[in-house]
């Protein structure tokens, strides 16, 4: 999409002098503004001030489509542009026809990621829609053809989400691609009190840290997310109670490798999940995000330990690659295969019923039919119950992709082998007859059951009773499929509320104290005066908190008050009469 301007802004900054009133300030500070009275044709429709014209270039009034690709992480970043955006006055749409800006937020793991992200740029700009692009993908490869002229915004740089829509909205091009840095040390990245709207009102994503100390050979990512930088535990904390207190049930912790969370800042995962599971209301669950063989390997007494906990899910997803110790080492995993099953064996065998998650590619370059052999051997001893299988995708600027490649029709094959074994056995079958203890927090996708997670994170499908969604029951499981088990909750069985407080509405803003929750999904308008005393705890910067009421409603109504004011000072200042105020 072509820019308004002919030169790509490499950031904000280079748009707004120090003069310039900065976007928030407009709000309230208007400067040299003079009423003046025009006539009204009153036989005209004037458009409400609710309900502004969806080609207006007054910044805060659009419709917006947010789509995020890949993984936890990433979805978790969306949910916070979500909410800063919302918080601003934008309206997040889940229709992308009728959005005035599409904001896209890419994955560059695979190759058909990366496609599905540069055709919905396409169709965008086909649509005439405003586009702002974010994620791994721009993060990384800034200047490829399919981003010229478009609007950037880094992943440390969500915070700053609002300033990038609305220069985009005007019809700038601008790119945030800095990083966070506290004298000179790079942060985990933007904070993690920021407001937020969750996919699911009642499961918060915590990013625990950015970026990991690998430098695997075939991984794009680590070109974007760059190398380690955890947040504080403290912080980490502190977001786990807030979550709590607007009735989440369920925590996931993301990164690129939870493993490794700690090393730069002198503590460890152990050290985190202890402080986490000391605020876990009863009843509530934490799931561990995915972490690689080597640094697990330091901590599997205390993880076991951790993984035994009630309120933790005794899962944890531990990524092999391959069962080949000389692919392991051309992919520079830092690993062997027996590292690998130390630690599934160990965890087998102090965490009964443990679920194990792995990951494996098929088609490496270099990787012969005794290695494909050796990694087919692995899934056939362990048979895991989840497996997530990925034909290699050689990505630009990695050094794998200059190495001598696996024919297309092997990988392939190979693909399609694993994944026939994998689909040979059914986990679940010796469970049915079992009464199990479910979270449930979410619908299926065909919208015909609940789906729950007993304590090794096993989806059990539930009926569709309203009164279990966000509780945790107990059920008789009657039938087992590949993915899934179905349960029928326990009619003697006291339901467990897990939540401490009511769950946000869907599209609820979190972050925002009850006096600026208002708006069409409570029922309530927003009558909070915009000078009116700020919580001092409040997730939102300042200036954010006093947009709220502006753009929820009484922004207009303030303005013309003022003008009002104006006015009748300008009326007695120039007809002689002095004024002391």
Not at 323 to 340: H, N, P, T
Not at 396 to 402: F, L, V
Not at 516 to 531: A, E, I, L, V, Y
Request: glycine share 6%; aromatic share 8%; with cysteine.
């Amino acid at each position: 999409m072509p820019a308004a301007c002919d030169s790509v802004l490499e950031d904000i900054e280079d748009i707004v002098s120090a003069e310039d009133v900065k976007p928030h300030d407009r709000q309230f500070v208007r400067r040299n503004v003079f009423p003046k009275v025009r006539k009204r044709n009153s036989q005209k429709k004037v458009q409400t001030e609710d309900d502004p014209p969806s080609d207006s270039i007054i910044p805060g009034v659009q419709k917006i489509w947010i789509r995020t690709w890949g993984c936890s992480h990433n979805n978790s970043d969306g949910e916070y542009m979500a909410g800063q955006l919302a918080a601003y006055g934008y309206k997040i749409t889940d229709n992308s026809a009728e959005a005035d800006l599409w904001l896209l937020n890419s994955c560059t793991v695979k190759n058909p990621a990366e496609d599905h992200f540069r055709n919905s740029i396409k169709k965008a700009q086909e649509g005439k829609k405003k586009v702002v692009v974010a994620g791994c993908v721009p993060q990384a490869q800034p200047r490829q053809d399919y981003l010229k002229g478009l609007s950037i915004i880094g992943v440390q740089q969500i915070d700053r989400v609002v300033e990038v829509v609305e220069e985009t909205i005007k019809g700038h091009s601008v790119r945030l691609l800095g990083q966070k840095k506290d004298n000179g040390k790079r942060l985990g990245g933007a904070r993690l009190d920021l407001p937020k709207i969750r996919k699911n009102p009642l499961i918060e994503i915590i990013s625990i840290n950015t970026g990991c100390l690998n430098a695997c050979t075939y991984c794009k990512t680590k070109h974007a997310r760059g190398d380690l930088a955890s947040y504080p535990i403290e912080e980490l904390v502190d977001r786990a109670k807030q979550s709590f207190q607007e009735g989440v049930c369920e925590i996931w912790l993301t990164s690129e490798d939870t493993g490794a969370y700690g090393r730069d800042i002198g503590t460890d995962l152990p050290t985190l999940l202890w402080k986490l599971v000391e605020v876990i209301p009863e009843g509530a669950m934490l799931r561990l995000g995915m972490t690689n063989p080597p640094y697990i390997l330091e901590h599997l007494e205390e993880m076991a330990k951790i993984l035994n906990h009630p309120r933790v899910y005794a899962f944890l997803h531990i990524p092999v690659q391959s069962a080949s110790d000389s692919v392991l080492m051309d992919m520079k995993r830092e690993y062997c295969v027996a590292d690998f099953k130390q630690v599934v064996d160990f965890l087998k065998e102090k965490v009964p019923g443990i679920t194990i998650a792995t990951d494996i590619i098929c088609g490496f370059p270099g990787e012969t039919d005794e290695d494909f052999q050796e990694t087919m051997k692995l899934v056939e001893q362990y048979r895991f119950p989840s497996l997530f299988i990925n034909q290699f995708y050689p990505r630009p600027g990695t050094p794998a992709a200059k190495m001598p490649q696996v024919p297309a029709a092997v990988k392939k094959q190979r693909t399609k082998d694993l994944s026939q074994l994998f689909h040979s056995y059914n986990p679940y079958d010796h469970k049915v007859g079992e009464r199990q203890r479910v979270l449930v927090t979410e619908e299926s996708f065909d919208s015909n059951y609940y789906v729950a997670h007993n304590p090794f994170y096993e989806q059990v499908l539930v009926p569709k009773d309203p009164l279990l969604m966000g509780k945790m029951v107990e059920v008789n499981i009657y039938e087992a499929g590949k993915h899934f088990m179905k349960g029928q909750p326990v009619s003697d069985a006291r339901v467990h509320t897990a939540s401490i407080t009511r769950p946000l509405a869907k599209g609820e803003v979190s972050g925002l104290r009850e006096e600026f929750r208002c708006g069409p999904q409570n029922g309530t308008s927003c009558k909070t005066h915009p000078s009116a005393e700020i919580p001092v705890k409040t997730p939102l910067s300042s200036w954010m908190a006093l947009q709220l009421p502006w753009q929820q409603g009484g922004g207009l109504k303030i303005l013309s008050a003022s003008l009002t004011l104006l006015a009748v000072l300008v009326m007695f200042y120039y007809g002689g009469m002095k004024t002391e105020l």
